[in-house]
């Protein structure tokens, strides 16, 4: 079955470093989406990429869909505290059904 | 306005015992779903509903029993509860495109299920 896998599995940075999580999936996805969960909550949609090539911003994050479609990429500048959390990439395998990814826990040291 | 509601938010039962979720959502979604997250915070799909018909059943022992009384509504049955039941238990709705796509999950607060 399809998987999908991000790297790193945890993350440590200080206040102000920039960190960035990669999604791999088995197979091409139409289109991706990421969600953050902060620790003891639930998982929030951020954004959903469709395009080959896809860059989107939203304030201090940048996401991107790989040119095959089989790859992502979340980018955080600047991390703030804020920022800690689990951050998920989905994909859809099929109808009806997302995959979500390993998920990467980052942790933010002020 | 909680879009997604879930009860109970906390669990705690003895093994073999039966307990039920609820779930609720108001955004007028057509899909609802039930995910697992595990002590490593992987998410699984256990099941999903659109339009109230079963359209997702993952490789869940049918102790667990899905109900979806109407669009709004998806509710979980457990049967015969077992150690390795202990999870939290999310459930979601999206709206899809006419190619089963959605725009995005709506999770609700997710009920932590312990069984001792």
């Known amino acids: 079955g399809q998987q999908v896998m991000q790297i790193p599995q945890y993350q440590h940075v200080q206040e102000g470093e920039d960190f960035t999580t990669y999604c791999n999936s088995s197979t091409t996805l139409s289109n991706i989406q990421w969600y953050k969960q902060r620790p003891g909550g639930h998982p929030v949609f951020l954004i959903q990429l469709v395009k080959s090539g896809e860059v989107k911003k939203q304030k201090r994050l940048t996401f991107q869909f790989g040119e095959a479609k089989k790859n992502s990429s979340l980018h955080i500048t600047a991390t703030q505290t804020t920022d800690v959390g689990t951050y998920f990439c989905a994909g859809p395998p099929g109808t009806y059904k997302y995959i979500f990814g390993t998920g990467t826990r980052l942790k933010v040291l002020a | 306005d909680t879009a997604v509601s879930q009860t109970p938010k906390y669990l705690v039962t003895q093994m073999g015992n039966d307990k039920s979720i609820k779930c609720e959502q108001n955004l007028g979604h057509d899909t609802m779903y039930w995910y697992k997250q595990d002590s490593k915070k992987f998410l699984k799909i256990m099941f999903s509903y659109n339009n109230k018909e079963l359209i997702i059943n993952e490789t869940v022992p049918n102790r667990f029993s899905p109900k979806s009384p109407d669009k709004a509504h998806l509710n979980l049955h457990i049967n015969s509860l077992e150690l390795g039941d202990s999870a939290v238990y999310f459930c979601?709705?999206?709206?899809?495109?006419?190619?089963?796509?959605?725009?995005?999950?709506?999770f609700g607060s997710g009920t932590r299920l312990t069984v001792v």
């Open positions: 979601a709705s999206s709206l899809h495109t006419g190619q089963g796509e959605n725009y995005g999950y709506t």
